[in-house]
């Protein structure tokens, strides 16, 4: 994402504050932004926050085989990451001009000023040495990055500790903290950078910019210098040309600001020290219990709990009993409805008896015609039972020569009686005639 311009208004405006002397922030010409140092859980953990631009510095180290042209010298490595969480213009993945300036000023800052004894990095010479990784993460970015990393590089490489080492032939052991106290590193001095920004071409002059002035100046001058005066890196970006008194005008301001920040590092080096060596809670726990890292918090309320219980049983029972019966609305106008005590319920009275009527009558009519429905209901489904019943009777004749048949309807019987008389007379006739004969 592309750096959002100023306009012209903002540019005009803070060019004429800083021409009067006077900053967005209140502050003074050479006047530093709040500062606070604090520590992780872990040993090289360090944050710094200077205003509102906020930076994470965390130091690591292992065993690696030293360069050739330096077999018995550690190695040093510095990388500063900005984040897009600290600011929409960083891009992730991609080194940006601003991260590789400030890469290199890191570096010259604290490496090539030898303020950290290197060959007491060495293990074993040509064969093994410790690596330090110094990676310097940006959590909000306000203006003056460079001065903010260097105090969180410098902490940290104070406040962290390597593992210790044991050599036995040609083995190298590394001991874990519980097995032995981690060892710290041997540190000369603590160089810190200083920046200063130049407006108008070098006319006014400004300490600790913050972002919006950044955007309106001229030049920059840093300058990394330690608490004995001792300037270890000076750089100058922007093409503006400084006269020999402005950098020597620079150089003191700075020995001073070098001293105060110094002397504010080893306090929070040593209550640090403290707090770990009594066993009390450090860093991010030491935050926990006082909500510190919380942005949005409650204040409490004192409540007395004393005699809760009684003084409610006796609130409930000094109270007066609810009335059983509820206020009915009523209607003045039709459409209109009121509550209170004393008024009679008018609402739609007339209307709901008519419609109570209607519903018993519909309900009576209903109640008619369902019962009807329902003797109809019950003689279709007996009528539909017998004749399922006769279809299914079937009846076997067993004393007939023909097993075989089977009759299906025995309702219809043969109407054999009527025939069976004058056979039998004729029978009787004839056997009386023989009988004469004879």
Not at 67 to 77: D, T, V
Not at 315 to 326: L, N, R, Y
């Amino acid at each position: 994402m592309k750096e959002t311009l100023l306009s012209n208004c903002e540019r005009d405006f803070l060019l004429k504050a800083i021409a009067e002397k006077k900053r967005l922030d209140g502050r003074q010409t050479y006047d530093y932004r709040k500062m606070k140092i604090t520590f992780g859980t872990d040993y090289g953990c360090c944050f710094v926050d200077l205003g509102k631009t906020r930076v994470m510095a965390q130091v690591s180290c292992e065993l690696v085989a030293p360069k050739e042209s330096r077999p018995n010298e550690g190695i040093m490595f510095f990388n500063i990451e900005l984040s897009p969480m600290a600011s929409p213009t960083f891009e992730q993945g991609r080194q940006s001009e601003l991260s590789v300036k400030l890469n290199r000023q890191l570096e010259r800052c604290l490496r090539n000023s030898k303020c950290i004894d290197t060959e007491s990095l060495c293990v074993v010479s040509g064969e093994k040495v410790w690596k330090i990784r110094v990676d310097v993460h940006t959590l909000n970015h306000d203006g003056n990055l460079m001065d903010a990393a260097s105090i969180a590089a410098i902490t940290a490489l104070c406040h962290f500790r390597r593992p210790d080492v044991g050599i036995q032939g040609d083995e190298v052991t590394v001991y874990s903290p519980e097995e032995r106290d981690p060892i710290p590193l041997s540190i000369y001095h603590m160089p810190i950078s200083v920046s200063f920004s130049f407006f108008q071409q070098g006319t006014f002059l400004l300490v600790d910019p913050c972002e919006r002035e950044e955007r309106v100046m001229d030049g920059l001058l840093m300058i990394a210098m330690n608490k004995h005066r001792e300037i270890c890196s000076i750089q100058s970006s922007g093409g503006i040309m400084l006269l020999k008194e402005q950098v020597m005008r620079c150089s003191k301001i700075a020995s001073v600001k070098v001293s105060e920040i110094t002397e504010l590092l080893s306090k929070a080096l040593e209550n640090d020290r403290k707090a770990r060596k009594e066993g009390g809670r450090c860093g991010f726990a030491e935050s926990l219990p006082q909500e510190r890292i919380t942005a949005l918090k409650i204040d409490e309320t004192s409540v007395e709990m004393a005699d809760v219980a009684e003084k409610a049983r006796d609130i409930v029972h000094g109270a007066e009993a609810p009335p059983q019966m509820v206020p009915s609305p009523v209607v003045p106008v039709p459409g209109v409805g009121q509550v209170g005590q004393g008024l009679q319920n008018t609402w739609g009275l007339e209307e709901d008896d008519d419609d109570d009527e209607q519903e018993e009558e519909e309900a009576e009519e209903c109640d008619s015609s369902g019962e009807e429905q329902e003797e109809k209901n019950t003689k279709m489904d007996k009528e539909r039972h017998e004749k399922d019943a006769s279809r299914k009777e079937v009846v076997e004749i067993s004393d007939s020569e023909e097993e075989d048949v089977v009759v299906l309807h025995p309702e219809t019987q043969v109407k054999t009686p009527k025939t069976a008389g004058p056979s039998s007379h004729q029978n009787g006739a004839a056997t009386s005639k023989k009988r004469q004969k004879k």
